[in-house]
């Protein structure tokens, strides 16, 4: 049971280059999330998906895209990536949204020169 | 507004001594609160949560926390820190989606 795990831990970008951040998870959870995580501003939600086929905004959606491909997967992906989006990523899942405790990635640590 | 205020953002103690993290909340209705904790380089791990009953919740690792409605507060605690609890905590709001606070940075004193 690897719980929720993301893809890759590290990635260095040049300003416009495109990636996916890949995460899935093994608990059948309904409700999956992304963040980001910079210094002295906590967590701040970008998209999440409350339930397989949909996905909604969260705090800080500007320049991501996601897609929920199935129960276990969610993907983020920056299409033209810029210096500002330099920060840790987490995906997070849990039973249902909102009240219920989420379980989180490792991580990955995104570099955009 | 919904909202997790953390004062504290530093907080050194001894190995030892007891901890209490501060974290205020605002919100309309019966509060689901959380306290997550991270470790260096690694993801965030639920230390415990509150949802209704006992205001008073233990939770991983030694710790506990006290729901004060009157307060809006639910503050963390531990009475002896090890070095081992240095890391970043984390208290978060869930509503129809949660709401993290700014986080503690926890550091322990050989």
Redesign the interface.
């Known amino acids: 049971n690897a719980g929720?795990t993301q893809t890759p831990k590290f990635q260095v970008l040049k300003t416009g280059q495109s990636m996916t951040l890949q995460c899935a998870q093994d608990m059948n959870h309904n409700s999956m999330?992304w963040y980001r995580q910079d210094p002295?501003?906590?967590?701040?939600?970008i998209y999440?998906s409350a339930s397989e086929g949909t996905t909604d905004k969260?705090e800080v959606p500007n320049g991501y895209n996601v897609s929920r491909l199935n129960k276990r997967e969610f993907s983020l992906r920056l299409e033209s990536a810029a210096p500002s989006q330099t920060s840790v990523y987490?995906c997070?899942s849990s039973e249902n949204?909102?009240?219920?405790?989420?379980?989180?990635?490792?991580?990955t640590r995104l570099t955009v020169t | 507004a919904q909202s997790v205020t953390q004062p504290d953002i530093h907080i050194t103690v001894s190995e030892g001594a007891s901890l209490e993290l501060r974290c205020n909340y605002s919100y309309g209705a019966t509060p689901y609160l959380f306290w997550y904790v991270q470790s260096p380089g690694q993801g965030l791990q639920l230390l415990l949560k509150y949802f209704s009953g006992d205001t008073l919740v233990q939770g991983i690792k030694g710790f506990e926390a006290e729901f004060k409605r009157s307060q809006s507060s639910f503050n963390l605690r531990k009475p002896s820190v090890h070095w081992s609890d240095a890391a970043e905590y984390f208290c978060a709001l869930g509503t129809y989606k949660y709401i993290f606070g700014t986080g503690t940075r926890l550091k322990v004193l050989a």
């Open positions: 929720v999330y002295g501003m906590g967590l701040r939600l999440y969260g987490f997070a949204e909102g009240r219920n405790e989420q379980y989180f990635g490792p991580g």
